[in-house]
């Protein structure tokens, strides 16, 4: 039976950093090169953040502090952005840069925003918390696929005629 690895990481970035805890079945690293692998059911979590994944490389600068975090094979994430956004989604590979609060998903991406119940489907999304914008691309062959939830306009008539009676 193999035992998961539990590794905790405090980032010292700021004077409100949070916690970050990786888990995973098999963990290396280089701390003179700032490069720590893990692997097999990855589990990363850092406040109401969480990203899945089957291999997560994890990129220091010289104060042992995280710079780069890629995800690959078949990730999946929890994000809540500062503006209180959610989304929910799962790509191939997923590149996240925390000084910039920036996340760039490749490949099969599918993102859904939660609170306002909107997806994006495509080959590449960038999604910047701090600025709360998205961008996206679709493949060669196939488009980008906005998904819009919209009332129901007889709904809405319908309120609108009752109202009226009242």
């Known amino acids: 039976m193999k035992q998961r690895i539990f590794l905790t990481i405090f980032l010292a970035a700021s004077l409100f950093s949070q916690e970050l805890q990786v888990k995973a079945k098999m963990f290396n690293a280089d701390q003179k090169a700032g490069i720590s692998v893990f692997e097999g059911d990855v589990n990363i979590i850092r406040g109401s953040d969480e990203l899945n994944a089957s291999k997560v490389t994890i990129y220091t600068n010289s104060n042992q502090e995280p710079t780069?975090?890629?995800?690959?094979?078949?990730?999946?994430?929890?994000?809540?952005?500062l503006e209180g956004a959610t989304y929910k989604g799962k790509a191939q590979k997923v590149l996240y840069l925390?000084?910039?609060?920036?996340?760039h998903f490749f490949k099969e991406v599918h993102l859904r925003q939660i609170n306002e119940k909107k997806e994006i489907i495509g080959e590449e999304v960038v999604l910047k918390t701090i600025e709360g914008k998205a961008y996206a691309?679709?493949?060669?062959?196939?488009?980008?696929?906005m998904i819009f939830n919209m009332p129901d306009d007889k709904k809405s008539e319908n309120k609108k005629s009752v109202d009226k009676n009242d």
Request: charged share 40%; glycine share 6%; aromatic share 10%.
């Open 98 to 103: 925390p000084k910039e609060k920036e996340y």
């Open 137 to 145: 691309k679709g493949a060669d062959k196939e488009p980008v696929i």
């Open 68 to 81: 780069k975090f890629v995800a690959e094979g078949d990730a999946s994430f929890n994000i809540k952005t």
